[in-house]
Nanobody, 117 residues
Framework: QVQVVESGGGLVEPGGSLRLSCTAS????????MGWYRQTPGKQRELVAS???????NYADSVKGRFTISSDNSKNTVYLQMNSLKPEDTAVYYC???????????WGQGTQVTVSS
């Protein structure tokens, strides 16, 4: 079993920055991928960014150039640095951990990010 815990959400003004953190613990083995997804009411959860245990990254077009995902494999932790935030970035952000071999996903509880003046 894998546990996933996020932190770092909050309220920020447009143009501001936030950093989200996500740590996975439990039965972890490589290769794996960890990613950040977000969801707003009435919409499907969408991928924001992901990073593999081999440090391959992937970004949604809407956040390229503004968000950066990074990881510390020794801590099974990923970070999402969000800069130049826009009101449309407002959402609940969820962290996901997935073992690539099994495909089984584990989700965190979510953290609210609100971009508003």
């Amino acid at each position: 079993q894998v546990q996933v815990v996020e932190s770092g959400g909050g309220l920020v003004e447009p143009g501001g920055s936030l950093r989200l953190s996500c740590t996975a613990s439990g039965s972890i083995f490589r290769p794996y991928v960890m990613g950040w997804y977000r969801q707003t009411p009435g919409k499907q959860r969408e991928l924001v960014a992901s990073i593999t245990s081999g440090f391959t990254t992937n970004y949604a077009d809407s956040v390229k150039g503004r968000f950066t995902i990074s990881s510390d494999n020794s801590k099974n932790t990923v970070y999402l640095q969000m800069n130049s935030l826009k009101p449309e970035d407002t959402a609940v952000y969820y962290c996901n951990f997935r073992h690539i071999s099994s495909g089984y996903s584990h989700w965190g509880q979510g953290t609210q990010v609100t971009v508003s003046s």
